[in-house]
C-alpha cells in the first residue's frame, strides 16, 4: 500500500509536503518544461508586490561553498501583470498556488494581502517579512517583535485565506518571533529566508555583487535552517514549513522530523530541475521501508535524546 | 523542449594548456541552434554547486561538443573528468543567432569562437570570420573554419600568424562598410570596441553572466539593455548589440 503524504497547513491541503521556495521556481512556467508541475504539493511564488519592482543592480548572484548569494532585490511583475498573464496558466494545474509578497511599507502589504486574499485562484499567502525599504522603519519588522506583532496583526485583518509568515533567521531568537506570528492570527510560519552575506573581491576590494551584500542560499545553511526549524516546532503550535538547503529526501525528512509539516525547495531547482519530484518520490519509498503509513507519524518524530551511540 | 539528464563523457581533450574540447553523448537527440548554450554540472557533489554555463561548440545528434577554457573551480574539475563520467546536462537553452539570408560578418575574440563555430559550420560558404587571439598557440580549429568559412582573418596580437593588433581593428580596415549582418561572441573589450564601430547596424552579440538556474527562474543573470533588465539566460545569450548598454 502506498503511504499517505497528505497533510494540512492551517485549511490548505497538501497532497504532499513537498513546495517550492519563493524566488527559485519563477512563476512556475519556467519548471513546467522539466517537471509535471501536477506532481507537487504547491507552488510558491516569486515574491509580488502591488508595483512592478525592478531588483537591485547585476552582478546578482555568487557562488559559495555549497551555497550562493543573491541580490534580486525583490524583482516582480507586479499584482496587475501576475493576475493577467501568470495565474491563468498556473491554475491549469491540480497543485497549490501560494503567493509570497511584501511591500515598501505596511500600508503596501496591507494593500496587496488584501488583493491577493480576494483573487481567485491563490490559495494561500506568505508574508515576507524582510521588507526592502531601507528609508522606513518597516524594513525592521522581521526583527523587532514589537512591529513585526502590528504587521502581522494588521495583515491578518485582511486575510481570509491561509496566511503564513515567512520569518528571517536573522534574528537572537527564532522560536520567540514565531511565537508573535502565532499569537497574531497566522495559520502557518515558514522559515528561513537567507541570511545576509558577503564575498570580497580582494584585487577589486569590493563586492562581488552589484550591492554589498546578498542572501545566502543552498546546502550550506541547512543545519542552521534545521535547528532553527525545530525551536520553532518545539515554539508554536500552528505548523511549519521547512525552508534551507533541501537538496534531496533526507535532507527534506530531517525538516518533517524536527517537526515541520512540510517543507520548501529553493536552490536545489537550480542545480536540478527534478529535484522536488525526486523529494517526492524519495520520502514516499523512505516511508515504505520504514513502514509507516502516513507522512504524518513521522513529523515531530525527533527523539530529543542525545545520541548515545559513542558511550 | 529543454532536457535534464546524465550525459556520458565521449572524450575531454587538452587543446592548449587551459583549452579543452569536450564531447558529451545524451540519451536522446537534440534539436539545437547555434548561439544557444547547455549548462553542465559535475555529478553528485555540492562544491562546486552550480552548473557552468558553455555554448554549444557543435551538434551532431546526440553528441554535443563544448569548446572551454579553465577559469577557476568549476571549469578545473571538468577539465579533470575522464571517458565514460557522468555530468549532468541543461540544454539546449537560450535564444540562437537569427539564420542569416546571405553572407554574414563573424567577429570571435578568443574563447568567444566556441559561440560562434556552430554557425559558420551550419551555413558553409558563408562567413566571412574575424578572429582575434593573443598569441598564435591560441588559435582552435583554424583549418576547420578555413573549410567553412567563405573568407577567414586572424589577428595576434604581437603579429605572430596574421594581423598585428586587435581584431576590431582588422575588422575595421576590411569589413567596415560591407553591408552584411554581424555575429560577434567575445571580450567585454571587444564587444565594446564592436559597438564603436558598427553603430547601428545588425549586429548579433552572445554576453555571459553569472547563471543559477538557466531558465529564466531566478532573475540572476540580468543585464541592462535599452528596453531594461533582460534575462541572459532566456531573453539571450544573443542580444541585438545596440540593444545592449556596455
Ligand atoms: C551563455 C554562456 C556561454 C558560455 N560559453 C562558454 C564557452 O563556450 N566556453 C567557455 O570556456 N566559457 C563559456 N562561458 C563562460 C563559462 O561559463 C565560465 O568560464 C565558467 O562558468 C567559469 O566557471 P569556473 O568554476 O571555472 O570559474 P569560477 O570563477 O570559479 O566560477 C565561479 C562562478 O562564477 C561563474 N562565472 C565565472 N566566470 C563566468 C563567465 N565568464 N560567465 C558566466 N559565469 C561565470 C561560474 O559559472 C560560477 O558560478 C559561457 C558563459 C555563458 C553565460
Ligand atoms: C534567487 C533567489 C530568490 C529568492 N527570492 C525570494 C523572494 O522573492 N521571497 C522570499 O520570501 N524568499 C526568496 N528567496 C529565499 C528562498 O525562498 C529560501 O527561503 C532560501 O533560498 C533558503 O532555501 P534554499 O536554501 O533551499 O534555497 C530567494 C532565494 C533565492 C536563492
Ligand atoms: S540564470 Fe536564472 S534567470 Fe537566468
Do not use: H
Amino acid at each position: 500500500m502506498k503511504p499517505s503524504l497528505k497533510v494540512k497547513i492551517g485549511s490548505l491541503e497538501l497532497k504532499n509536503p513537498v513546495l517550492t521556495a519563493s524566488g527559485t521556481f519563477g512563476y512556475g512556467l519556467e519548471y513546467s518544461q522539466f517537471i509535471d508541475l501536477n506532481l507537487l504539493g504547491g507552488i510558491i511564488i516569486k515574491g509580488l508586490s502591488l508595483k512592478p519592482k525592478k531588483g537591485n543592480p547585476p552582478p546578482r548572484i555568487y557562488e559559495t561553498p555549497c551555497g550562493m548569494l543573491n541580490s534580486i532585490g525583490l524583482q516582480n511583475i507586479g499584482y496587475e501583470a501576475f493576475v493577467k498573464e501568470k495565474l491563468p496558466f498556473l491554475r491549469k494545474f491540480n497543485t497549490k498556488i501560494v503567493v509570497n509578497f511584501f511591500g515598501e511599507n505596511l500600508d503596501e502589504y496591507i494593500e496587496i494581502a488584501n488583493k491577493l486574499s480576494k483573487t481567485d485562484g491563490v490559495d494561500a499567502l506568505e508574508m515576507n517579512i524582510s521588507c526592502p525599504n531601507k528609508e522606513t522603519k518597516w524594513r525592521k519588522m522581521g526583527t523587532e517583535p514589537e512591529l513585526l506583532r502590528k504587521a502581522v496583526k494588521e495583515v491578518r485583518a485582511v486575510v481570509n485565506k491561509t496566511l503564513i509568515v515567512k520569518l528571517t533567521p536573522q534574528v537572537t531568537d527564532i522560536a520567540y518571533m514565531a511565537k508573535i506570528v502565532e499569537d497574531e492570527g497566522a495559520d502557518a510560519v515558514s522559515l528561513i529566508n537567507t541570511f545576509p552575506a558577503m564575498v570580497v573581491d580582494i584585487k577589486t576590494r569590493s563586492s562581488v555583487l552589484g550591492t554589498l551584500t546578498g542572501g545566502l542560499s543552498g546546502p550550506a545553511i541547512r543545519p542552521i535552517a534545521v535547528r532553527a526549524t525545530w525551536e520553532v516546532c518545539k515554539a508554536v503550535k500552528i505548523p511549519v514549513i521547512g525552508i534551507g538547503g533541501i537538496v534531496d529526501y533526507s535532507d527534506a525528512l530531517q525538516f518533517l522530523i524536527v517537526g515541520a509539516k512540510a517543507v520548501a525547495v529553493g536552490t536545489a531547482n537550480f542545480i536540478n530541475p527534478y529535484a522536488t519530484v525526486e523529494i517526492i518520490e524519495g520520502i514516499e519509498r523512505f516511508l515504505i521501508e520504514e513502514g509507516i503509513n502516513n507522512i504524518n507519524d513521522i513529523i515531530g518524530s525527533i527523539n530529543e535524546k542525545a545520541n548515545n551511540a559513542y558511550n | 523542449m529543454n532536457k535534464f539528464t546524465l550525459s556520458t563523457i565521449v572524450e575531454n581533450k587538452a587543446l592548449s594548456s587551459d583549452v579543452y574540447l569536450i564531447t558529451v553523448k545524451l540519451p536522446f537527440r537534440i534539436d539545437a541552434k547555434p548561439g544557444q548554450f547547455c549548462i553542465l554540472r559535475v555529478n553528485g557533489r555540492l562544491d562546486p554547486l552550480l552548473g557552468r554555463p558553455f555554448s554549444i561548440f557543435d551538434l551532431e545528434g546526440e553528441t554535443v561538443k563544448f569548446l572551454y577554457r579553465i577559469k577557476g573551480k568549476g571549469t578545473k574539475i571538468l577539465s579533470e573528468m575522464k571517458e565514460n563520467e557522468k555530468i549532468s546536462f541543461i540544454g539546449p537553452l537560450g535564444k540562437w543567432y537569427p539564420y542569416p539570408e546571405g553572407n554574414f560578418l563573424v567577429v570571435a575574440g578568443g574563447i568567444g569562437i566556441a559561440s560562434v563555430y556552430y554557425l559558420i559550420k551550419k551555413f558553409p560558404e558563408r562567413a566571412i570570420v574575424f578572429y582575434g587571439v593573443r598569441l598564435k598557440n591560441e588559435i582552435f580549429f583554424f583549418e576547420e573554419i578555413k573549410k567553412f568559412a567563405k573568407e577567414i582573418y586572424v589577428s595576434t596580437e604581437e603579429g605572430e600568424f596574421g594581423y598585428k593588433g586587435v581584431i576590431t581593428e582588422l575588422f575595421q580596415n576590411k569589413a567596415k562598410n560591407l553591408d552584411l549582418p554581424i555575429y560577434a561572441c567575445g571580450p567585454m573589450l571587444m564587444i565594446k570596441e564592436l559597438k564603436k564601430i558598427v553603430n547601428d547596424r545588425k549586429c548579433y552579440v552572445a554576453v555571459e553572466e553569472r547563471m543559477a538556474c538557466g531558465v529564466g527562474a531566478c532573475l540572476g543573470c540580468v543585464i541592462n539593455t535599452v528596453n531594461g533588465l533582460k534575462r541572459v539566460c532566456t531573453d539571450g545569450a544573443v542580444f541585438e548589440l545596440r540593444e545592449l548598454i556596455l
